[in-house]
């Protein structure tokens, strides 16, 4: 069963604008991690944010926020501002348990292109 | 701080030839090697996990005897794509776990290995 789901293959933002990009996950697991992760063309793969399952705050980490919706299990990243440079592939992904020696299974990605 | 290493970022091989694509952790030691596989426009697929000195676990549907993983200290972590094919053709990309103070985004990744097989 897919666990982690991202059903936006691509979407288009202007620059300067805002745009969210969709995560949903499912765990039974009460202690998990969510990441979402950046791969431009050159392929490595770039950590943007973090948010813990017993985190009581959304995470933010500079232009890149998540809106966490435990109920609903969804993980959506909200880039603020958007740059060109931020056109890529982007993934989420969970890790389940408390220990991050667990592996990360990740989404199908959303690629997302920035219009000047 | 938290570098892994990975080489080489491309490789053209024969078919029928093996492989080597080696991880290092340069600041921090590796206790937990993940070795993943991305076919173009497609996400990275887990193929197997790999502690320090023990064999490594492998997910269902991977070849444990044509993807060798090694994983023989804490710094070095390396994947044999042996007799390979064309359809091994794809970007092979490793991340450690291990680096500390950074229990939760303690994925570093590597840079990749594009794999191209003829």
């Known amino acids: 069963a897919q666990k982690i789901t991202q059903t936006q293959p691509g979407m288009f933002v202007q620059e300067k604008e805002a745009v969210t990009l969709d995560c949903t996950y499912d765990?039974?697991?009460?202690?998990?991690?969510l990441f979402w992760y950046k791969q431009p063309s050159s392929g490595e793969m770039i950590f943007l944010i973090y948010?813990?399952?017993?985190?009581?705050q959304n995470a933010t980490e500079g232009r890149y926020s998540l809106n966490f919706q435990k109920a609903r299990k969804s993980a959506n990243l909200v880039i603020s501002a958007s740059q060109l440079g931020d056109s890529a592939m982007y993934f989420c992904?969970?890790?389940?348990?408390?220990?991050?020696?667990?592996?990360?299974?990740f989404g199908s990605g959303t690629r997302l292109l920035v219009r000047p | 701080g938290a570098v892994v290493s990975q080489h080489p970022s491309r490789v053209i091989c024969k078919s029928g030839t093996s492989v080597k694509i080696e991880c290092r952790s340069l600041?921090?030691?590796?206790?937990?090697m993940f070795w993943y596989r991305q076919f173009p426009k497609q996400s990275l697929m887990l193929m197997a996990t790999?502690?320090?000195?023990?064999?490594?676990?492998?997910e269902q549907g991977v070849e444990k005897d044509k993807f060798l993983i090694n994983h023989a200290s804490l710094t070095l972590s390396t994947l044999t794509v042996t007799s390979a094919h064309p359809e091994d053709s794809s970007f092979y990309i490793c991340?450690?776990?291990?680096?500390?103070?950074?229990?939760?985004?303690?994925?570093?990744f590597g840079s990749g290995t594009r794999l191209t097989v003829v």
């Open positions: 600041d921090f030691q590796a206790t937990t």
């Open positions: 765990t039974s697991d009460p202690s998990y991690g």
């Open positions: 948010q813990g399952s017993y985190d009581q």
């Open positions: 790999s502690n320090e000195g023990s064999k490594a676990t492998y």
């Open positions: 992904a969970m890790r389940e348990g408390a220990d991050s020696s667990y592996k990360l299974i």
């Open positions: 991340s450690a776990r291990g680096y500390p103070g950074r229990p939760y985004d303690g994925y570093t």
